[in-house]
């Protein structure tokens, strides 16, 4: 890790031309910028390994971390994996008996080797830091007043249930289902961690708000892992549905995730919505950023680079987007070098 007291940086996955790419990462190296995430989906390590392995190199050589994030590896978040062509038994089921269309049961054996194959790739590839983003065992309504349809109800996990607990698995979730999910969630982690420990990868991963709230247990569980290094949220407040406060929604989350990491002695990254921005809120960036940093956070990132130019959920104004988040984040940068300069007067100055 840098030797830097507070780490800025951003997700990149806008194009997979090296040539394009070097503009796009001079731009974050000059946004004096630490880390840069990079995604390496089913379809990058089929057909982007190579230009990927560049544009891995290419960052390293501007001064900058490389994270690799596993987007959609097991489905959401991310691209579709291509897991289920070939393994169709592995989707994650709801309570209902209703199939969840692209997300793989974290039960799944065959899902486990999966990911040690992943993880021999990105070790091939050079990659030092690995990413797993927004893990989640996702509900569903059952309707108004009827409760929620919970995961994974495959034929496997109803098979460790029952041979665990003696009985079927209910369709609403309670306490032995809680635990059965906080320790599918956990296990998982602790076999890709520990694998990944052995290439000499090191672990972050970051936890949506929702499934921070639904799973604290599991939550607290992946952050005892002692292969798990870094653990982070993403507080994103701009949202279709409702408005939310920028700075209180982001200091509120920041500042527990940051609890839990420092009462496991973890590292921990906190995430920037600079993605779906509203034309005309772009300076909420400025806001939300100082408020992860006055939740204590020292390592601050955004999602995504130039406002998500390159997707659907882009920005309304990716240009202007941009340049708020590289104004947040340099005014971060300045905060924190003059917290640490008046820390140094303090102690050296008679």
Request: charged letters at 25%; a negative charge; one cysteine or more.
């Amino acid at each position: 890790m840098s030797k830097r007291s507070l780490l800025t940086g951003v997700a990149y996955h806008g194009n997979r031309m090296p040539s394009h790419a070097k503009y796009d990462l001079e731009q974050i190296a000059k946004a004096d910028m630490d880390v840069v995430v990079h995604m390496l989906s089913h379809i990058d390590w089929t057909r982007h390994k190579k230009p990927l392995t560049d544009v891995f190199r290419m960052t390293e050589d501007l001064g900058m971390e490389v994270w690799v994030d596993n987007w959609g590896m097991a489905g959401a978040p991310g691209d579709s994996s291509h897991f289920l062509c070939y393994h169709p038994d592995g989707h994650m089921i709801f309570s209902n008996g209703e199939m969840h269309p692209k997300m793989v049961c974290y039960n799944n054996p065959d899902f486990h080797q999966f990911a040690k194959d992943w993880l021999d790739t990105v070790a091939e590839m050079g990659a030092k830091t690995v990413f797993w983003d927004e893990p989640c065992l996702p509900n569903k309504s059952l309707g108004e007043n009827l409760g929620e349809a919970y995961t994974c109800c495959c034929p496997r996990c109803k098979k460790l249930f029952e041979e665990k607990y003696g009985r079927p698995m209910p369709l609403l979730a309670d306490e032995q289902v809680a635990e059965f999910r906080k320790d599918t969630m956990v296990n998982f982690f602790r076999v890709v961690t520990d694998y990944a420990a052995t290439l000499g990868i090191r672990n972050t991963c970051c936890f949506m708000p929702g499934e921070y709230l639904n799973m604290l247990d599991a939550v607290r569980e992946v952050a005892a892992l002692p292969h798990m290094d870094n653990l982070g949220v993403d507080p994103y407040w701009y949202s279709r549905h409702r408005y939310k406060q920028p700075y209180e929604y982001v200091y509120g989350y920041t500042k527990k995730m940051m609890e839990i990491a420092n009462e496991y002695g973890k590292e921990h990254n906190a995430w920037i919505q600079t993605y779906a921005v509203p034309a005309g809120r772009e300076e909420e960036i400025v806001e939300a950023t100082e408020a992860a940093y006055d939740a204590g956070a020292r390592c601050i990132l955004a999602w995504s680079y130039a406002g998500g130019e390159s997707n659907d959920y882009q920005a309304d104004r990716p240009e202007r987007t941009w340049i708020a988040t590289v104004e947040a984040m340099r005014r971060v940068r300045d905060m924190e070098r003059d917290r640490v300069l008046a820390e140094n007067r303090a102690k050296y100055r008679k």
